[in-house]
């Protein structure tokens, strides 16, 4: 079964969950505060602690999203410590450890980032690890079989070429 957690849109926020048929949107209705409209955010299911989880991104007045979640009644916004600024950058869920990582991005000051931080048991944390070049605008996904982030392609902004 496909799970199609959680979207966002320029336009709107919408949210889907597991407990509904594949594809049956449901109006995120915001209840209090709710994440402002943006582009390159990522967003993932917190299976673990059943939260969806948005991470960054940029509006219109190039103002950065922090960290926000919605727990599938309402959105929440993280306090304490988080990830540096940043939008189109890579988020994903590792199912073995519980963990939601994001890599990459494009920082405020348009240079691509190459920090790999973790959500655990909703603490973010830094890694101290070595990962692949910085870049921004690429594609990611957990290969469960390895255990481990898979990222491709993007660009660091100011190169002459995008990765392949």
């Not at 299911?45 to 960290?67: E, K, M, P």
């Not at 691509?112 to 101290?128: K, Y």
């Not at 390895?146 to 070429?161: D, E, Q, W």
Request: hydrophobic share 45%; aromatic share 10%; proline share 8%.
């Amino acid at each position: 079964m496909r799970r199609l957690l959680a979207l966002l849109l320029l336009s709107n926020v919408s949210a889907y969950s597991p407990l509904l048929r594949e594809g049956e949107p449901v109006a995120a209705q915001a209840v209090g505060d709710a994440p402002a409209r943006a582009a390159g955010p990522g967003v993932v299911y917190d299976v673990a602690r059943r939260r969806t989880v948005l991470y960054g991104g940029v509006t219109d007045s190039f103002a950065f999203v922090g960290s926000w979640e919605w727990d599938g009644t309402a959105w929440h916004a993280r306090r304490g410590a988080s990830p540096p600024p940043r939008y189109n950058h890579g988020m994903v869920y590792d199912p073995r450890r519980g963990v939601v990582i994001v890599f990459g991005g494009e920082g405020p000051d348009g240079k691509a980032l190459a920090d790999i931080w973790e959500l655990d048991a909703g603490v973010w944390r830094e890694r101290t690890t070595t990962g692949p070049p910085a870049r921004a605008a690429f594609g990611a996904a957990f290969d469960e079989a390895r255990g481990r982030m898979v990222v491709y392609g993007g660009f660091a902004p100011g190169a002459s070429a995008p990765f392949h």
